[in-house]
């Protein structure tokens, strides 16, 4: 996880790793907080001032934060420095590998989002060769508006799969028709580039996203439920990742709620993202051809007879899945993203009514929300994981990676 506060990190073993730790550990601070004064990265890391002072100005120097004028007063009385993470600068590449569409953005330390691009994706149009060649050139226009002085450090990938994040292989995308795709090999050879890329399931990606940076601030345990066509999520707990014995947890779409329902993509039947996904909704209202998702919910909000059954049912069945989570993983906070944030918005009260169903204990206090990143959730969760290695070492990493990344073989 890529914000630990710096207590977590491992214990340094001589002078350089030292520095390399709390270089790393203010950087991890200033990119989770933003812009924060030099008095309270001394009292976050436990450093003293004259320490903290030259370790700020070495990532100043390397271009990696920006110091501006002293605002308030620090601990003894004095004015303090704000430093805050080089936003416009140093940036990394995020992709958002999705059914309907797939979305790429240039995403500056910080956590925020400079620039992006995005490509519908046409049903039956997943072929791995045209997805390459889609994403390569998006990426490229990116980079074309992309500061001449800035620095890419890496590229994360949010991919609607089972993936292997140890080899970057997607073991298993069944919406997209994929299987043992060797997908971060693929993107080294077309986008002819020797950044890091890293890839995760787009659950897991919106979980950590939502946790660090959006609904699930401040949170320690929580579960992340998203999707379009199909439905995936993620889990926080403790604080950190849930990934499972091979790293494939959190794929909650897949949970069996009814054996004798529709057949799922995966080839099983009566998994939960076939009685909630947005086509569910559709197929539940059975709603004529060319009606949108929001078109349907609309209705439904307006009390249209055709439109109620079926999503009171979809409703119901988002329910009946969140009361099962609660049981299974007593979280504090469940966060709904992308369609299914706009059916949960649309159906709270059942959904709720549901949820009462849960075991009293493991359901007290617990909250439902929707994604504070809206739809950038997978995008940003995307980036956090090509952000580690430069919060782990700063400047080694920085010096790497000073040219253009895709395309001169850099």
Not at 24 to 52: E, P, Q, W, Y
Not at 162 to 187: E, I, Y
Not at 287 to 311: D, I, K
Request: glycine share 14%.
């Amino acid at each position: 996880m890529p914000l630990t506060a710096p207590a977590a990190r491992p214990l340094p073993a001589s002078q350089d790793d030292v520095r390399r730790h709390n270089l790393g550990s203010l950087l991890s601070l200033l990119h989770a907080r933003g812009a924060t004064s030099r008095a309270d990265l001394t009292a976050h890391t436990g450093l003293n001032r004259s320490t903290v002072k030259a370790l700020t100005a070495e990532l100043v120097e390397a271009g990696l934060a920006v110091e501006s004028a002293p605002v308030g007063r620090g601990g003894a009385g004095r004015p303090s420095i704000t430093v805050e993470p080089a936003s416009d600068r140093v940036h990394v590449l995020s992709v958002d590998l999705g059914v309907d569409r797939l979305t790429v953005a240039r995403v500056g330390l910080g956590g925020v989002v400079l620039d992006r691009r995005s490509l519908r994706q046409t049903p039956g149009d997943f072929s791995v060769p045209r997805t390459l060649t889609r994403l390569s050139g998006l990426l490229r226009a990116l980079l074309e508006r992309a500061p001449a002085d800035g620095v890419c450090v890496g590229i994360g990938v949010g991919v609607c799969g089972v993936v292997s994040a140890d080899d970057g292989t997607v073991r298993f995308a069944p919406n997209l028709g994929w299987v043992d795709v060797p997908l971060r090999d693929l993107m080294s050879e077309v986008l002819d580039t020797r950044l890091p890329i890293d890839l995760g399931n787009d659950g897991d990606a919106g979980a950590l996203a939502e946790h660090l940076r959006g609904a699930g601030r401040g949170t320690s345990d929580m579960v992340f439920v998203a999707g379009e066509v199909g439905v995936g999520g993620g889990v926080i707990v403790g604080g950190r990742p849930f990934r499972g014995a091979g790293g494939y947890a959190g794929e909650v779409g897949h949970m069996s709620v009814d054996p004798k329902g529709r057949v799922c993509r995966c080839g099983r039947r009566g998994c939960w993202e076939t009685e909630i996904s947005d086509q569910a909704v559709l197929l539940a209202t059975k709603a004529p051809q060319g009606v949108s998702l929001e078109q349907v919910l609309t209705a439904y909000a307006a009390g249209e007879r055709w439109a109620v059954p079926g999503v009171r049912r979809v409703g119901r069945s988002l329910g009946a899945g969140v009361a099962n989570l609660v049981n299974i993983f007593n979280p504090q906070l469940i966060v709904f993203g992308g369609a299914v944030r706009h059916i949960f918005s649309a159906t709270e009260p059942l959904v709720r009514e549901a949820l009462a169903h849960a075991l009293a204990a493991p359901g007290e206090g617990v909250r439902l929300a929707v994604a504070g990143l809206d739809d950038d959730s997978v995008l940003v969760g995307a980036a956090e994981l090509a952000f580690v290695p430069l919060l782990e070492d700063p400047l080694g990493l920085l010096s790497l990676h000073r040219r253009t990344p895709v395309g001169a073989g850099a």
